[in-house]
């Protein structure tokens, strides 16, 4: 309704006006998570939170105890490990991931699922490889693999889409439950996610990739009123037949009240760097047989291209390595170009972490939006040197600098749950690429506080077509705003993270408040 001093707002205050004084606190539009996963955020919380184990041994111990407490038979998931947050390497090992027998011995009578914090790989003991009808001789899948020993028996790690049997032999045990409980438990983890999300002053959230299904859960919880937050979701998972009957119903703009966007659909070219999925030029420093995986070939991409301009829906590609990002940059040039409306489509490069130089312009010259992730830099810098070299480290990797210095519209957000949801962590690590160990990951490529912060508001509106929305504080704009403990775009950049959010206000209502 307004914005301005006391003089411009004192008027406007009635009988049932609530005034809060924030007595010189700084005051921003709330944050937009530009890409996460809300089902997955709600999944790692009611899962085992692997995510502060010091090495694999305290994860043995970890899913051991967890399973006194489980009756024999029942799946036991973990969420979060990442070996590259160890301390030490696992003994024995294979590529460096730990083996599964120490495991698979502390948890005969239970199938353990342990999901990699990147969701790139995944964890299981011999129960649940058993289950999976993994064998000696089970190939590994097209864009995955199956970690061998060397007698070439399954180690227990399981990379990209060779996680399938894994998950859906998990998939067939919940099968079994009744529609009801799978739909209360999906209710149980979005709740406990948007809950986190709010506390942490993310009033929109770009969903990453949901089924049509879950849409349909998110469009129910909006007609309750339940959607605490906004949504913005790309469909994901979906065969291209099913897409095109579906598109027309499902394409949604500013449902209930804008609390629910669908027009976008995610596609994934390649894996994780961390896991070396990432799809890269030259082979990798610390695995030289290996370029990386290609996870959907990019033949199929383009068909979804092509009903994307159709259905007039964005795509979002996750493209991790510099071939990744160079193929899909030419896939989308291609499809523009065949189309001879010149209209403004915002097609997307999920993470675009690894960038060829000659490539940074590409993405202002075609209007595509990086979506990059601030702590996703300082989280995988420990060891982006030994999987690409200094070099290629030094120019491609996590590259928002040149990206902005060459135009291009770079968004922010964690990838929750792979990373924190917490947006000033992430503001953190985008303007001072400080790691864990104290070291500064490349700062020459650094953003500016004003760009972290534009990248977590303005632009990640901008990126969804809700720029005329969301992402300033501004009349006719929806009341989404926070209000933080400290001035983050001000203070001396250690302090940064212990900056706290004090109010979340969503549509005019507060619906976070810190004790
Ligand atoms: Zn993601």
Redesign the pocket.
């Known amino acids: 309704m307004a914005v301005g001093d006391e003089a411009a707002v004192k008027p406007l205050i009635g009988p049932r006006t609530r005034v809060i004084d924030l007595a010189g606190r700084l005051t921003i539009p709330g944050f937009i998570e530009g890409?996460?996963?809300l089902v997955g955020l709600g999944d790692a919380r009611l899962a085992l939170d692997l995510s502060h184990a010091r090495d694999w041994n305290e994860i043995v111990e970890q899913v051991a105890r967890a399973a006194k407490q489980v009756p024999p038979g029942e799946w036991i998931i973990g969420d979060g490990w990442h070996q590259g947050h160890w301390e030490s390497t696992p003994q024995p090992a294979v590529e460096g991931y730990p083996v599964h027998e120490a495991l698979s011995r502390a948890t005969p009578n239970h199938p353990v699922l342990l999901k990699h914090a990147t969701?790139h790989m995944c964890f299981a003991n011999a129960r649940a490889m058993q289950l999976a009808g993994v064998e000696r001789q089970t190939p590994d899948p097209s864009g995955g693999t199956i970690l061998r020993d060397a007698r070439g028996e399954a180690t227990g790690a399981f990379r990209e889409t060779a996680q399938g049997p894994v998950f859906h032999a998990r998939s067939r045990a919940q099968a079994g439950r009744s529609p009801e409980d799978r739909e209360a438990e999906l209710r149980k983890g979005i709740e406990l996610a948007v809950d986190e999300c709010l506390a942490r002053g993310v009033t929109s959230f770009q969903d990453?990739?949901s089924s049509l299904a879950t849409i349909d859960l998110f469009k129910r919880l909006a007609d309750e009123g339940r959607l605490k937050l906004r949504l913005w979701v790309m469909v994901r998972g979906e065969s291209s037949q099913r897409l095109r009957d579906a598109l027309p119903a499902y394409r949604m703009i500013g449902y209930g009240g804008n609390r629910l966007t669908v027009r976008a659909i995610k596609r994934m070219v390649d894996g994780a760097l961390g896991s070396h999925g990432a799809w890269l030029f030259q082979p990798y420093d610390d695995l030289p047989g290996s370029t990386g995986l290609v996870v959907e070939t990019l033949e199929s991409i383009r068909e979804t291209a092509l009903l994307a301009v159709q259905h007039d829906c964005q795509l979002c590609t996750?493209a991790i390595g510099d071939r990744a990002n160079h193929e899909i940059l030419d896939l989308y040039d291609a499809v523009f170009r065949s189309q001879p409306d010149r209209r403004d489509r915002r097609w997307r490069i999920?993470h675009a972490q690894h960038v060829l130089p000659a490539d940074f312009p590409r993405f202002a010259e075609l209007g595509v939006i990086a979506s990059m992730q601030g702590n996703h830099a300082t989280s995988d810098g420990p060891f982006v040197v030994s999987r690409l070299g200094k070099e290629r480290g030094a120019v491609e990797s996590y590259a928002w600098r040149s990206l902005l210095d060459h135009k291009a519209v770079v968004i922010n957000g964690t990838?929750v749950p792979?990373e924190d949801v917490n947006p000033i962590l992430s503001f953190h690590a985008s303007v001072t690429r400080r790691m864990k160990n104290g070291k500064q990951f490349f700062p020459e490529q650094c953003m500016t506080r004003a760009e972290a912060l534009r990248s977590y508001t303005l632009d990640a509106a901008y990126a969804a077509f809700e720029d005329d929305l969301k992402g300033t504080l501004s009349v006719g704009k929806l009341a989404d705003v926070v209000v933080l403990s400290k001035d983050i775009l001000t203070i001396p950049d250690d302090e940064i993270p212990n900056a706290r959010v004090d109010f979340t206000i969503v549509g005019g209502r507060v619906v976070y408040a810190r004790q």
């Open positions: 890409h996460g996963h969701g990453a990739g996750h999920e990838d792979v």
